[in-house]
């Protein structure tokens, strides 16, 4: 079992997921009449199983769960949310637009695998991918239900005997929250700033539509921040947490200026075949690969370095400069 114990705070819960990441790092803490849980994984067997080893190793009753937060609504994080709610009863908390998208995204009148179909349609990907990629969202909502009762978190809670601060995240999800316990200097990050991979900034339909802008400004507002350890949900905690937030920056000016070259007369469907030319891609990478791409070029376009024209296939071109 992936458990490890945080001195005094609680434990670090690795909960497989079908993804090359492997774990989601859910974290389960002390709180006065029971417990608290961040993050649940995605609703498949072996997660079940898992949480249920879990509770089995550690001697602790589902019921003595009350609380669940989950720092974003993306299936990875909450998938399980129902399901551990209807086991343990707890009351699950997230950021209120988090909460919509939960609802948009997996809600029972979704039109999001649609809309999904629809938006990357106009930026050039074939009617056969497209089709592909929304059968495989379609699917994807199976690991998600069924949804729970979702309340609003507010700005500070309380567990491991601390007050931590809720911080607002917004980029890798709209709603993606953070837990800052000051006086500890320790962060509880989700996906905002993970070790090894650089959390995916992709624009979604009915969501905003630059997040890349919105992430960069959350990962200054974090590098202010006292922090001595982050505790993110994917791979291991990170330790020199501001030369992370130089490392992800840097990663995204390169790839803007290498975006930037690419939009030659081109849609974000032929950038993205040529950004991930190196790499043979499902319908669900694919989904991720164009709406990384269109993060980017929405970032360049704001900032007037890049324009685009048509609608269906929208075509950028680099910004022409008349002097
Ligand atoms: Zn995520
Ligand atoms: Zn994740």
Same mark, same amino acid.
């Given at each position: 079992m992936n458990i490890a114990q945080i001195e005094d705070i609680g434990y670090r819960i690795g909960i497989p997921v079908p993804f090359p990441m492997k774990y989601v790092y859910c974290y389960l803490l002390k709180q006065d009449d029971g417990y608290v849980l961040i993050? @649940?994984?995605?609703?498949?067997?072996? &997660?079940r199983e898992t949480w249920e080893q879990v509770f089995e190793y550690l001697a602790i009753n589902p019921k003595e769960i009350r609380t669940i937060y989950l720092t974003h609504f993306h299936p990875d994080h909450s998938g399980l949310a129902g399901w551990m709610q209807g086991l343990t009863g707890a009351k699950v908390y997230m950021h209120e637009i988090d909460a919509k998208m939960l609802e948009r995204v997996w809600g029972k009148d979704s039109m999001q695998s649609i809309r999904m179909k629809e938006m990357v349609l106009n930026h050039g990907v074939p009617e056969k991918l497209s089709e592909e990629i929304m059968i495989h969202m379609d699917k994807l909502n199976n690991s998600v239900l069924p949804l729970p009762i979702v309340e609003i978190i507010g700005d500070k809670v309380e567990f491991s005997g601390?007050?931590?601060? @809720?911080?607002?995240?917004?980029?890798?999800? $709209?709603?993606?929250?953070?837990?800052? #316990?000051?006086? $500890?200097?320790?962060?509880?990050?989700?996906?905002? @700033?993970?070790?090894?991979?650089t959390p995916n900034i992709s624009v979604w339909p009915g969501s905003s539509q630059k997040p890349l802008h919105e992430y960069i400004e959350s990962l200054r507002m974090l590098k202010e921040l006292p922090v001595k350890v982050a505790?993110?949900?994917?791979?291991?905690?990170?330790?020199q947490f501001k030369q992370r937030i130089d490392e992800i920056i840097l990663h995204h000016d390169e790839r803007l200026d290498k975006i930037e070259k690419l939009a030659e007369n081109k849609t974000a469907?032929?950038?993205?075949?040529?950004?991930? &030319?190196?790499?043979?891609?499902?319908?669900? #990478?694919? !989904?991720? &690969?164009? &709406?990384?791409?269109?993060?980017?070029?929405? /970032?360049? $376009? #704001?900032?007037? !370095?890049?324009?685009?024209?048509?609608? !269906?296939?929208?075509? /950028?071109? !680099?910004?022409?400069?008349?002097?």
């Open positions: 993050d @649940v994984g995605l609703n498949y067997s072996k &997660a601390l007050v931590w601060q @809720v911080i607002h995240t917004p980029g890798h999800s $709209e709603g993606h929250i953070c837990f800052l #316990q000051k006086e $500890e200097q320790i962060l509880i990050a989700g996906d905002t @700033v993970l070790e090894k991979i505790y993110s949900a994917h791979h291991t905690p990170i330790t469907f032929e950038i993205a075949e040529v950004l991930f &030319a190196h790499k043979s891609l499902n319908p669900h #990478q694919w !989904r991720f &690969a164009i &709406a990384e791409t269109i993060a980017h070029l929405n /970032y360049l $376009e #704001q900032e007037m !370095r890049i324009e685009h024209e048509g609608t !269906r296939p929208i075509i /950028y071109k !680099r910004k022409v400069n008349v002097q």
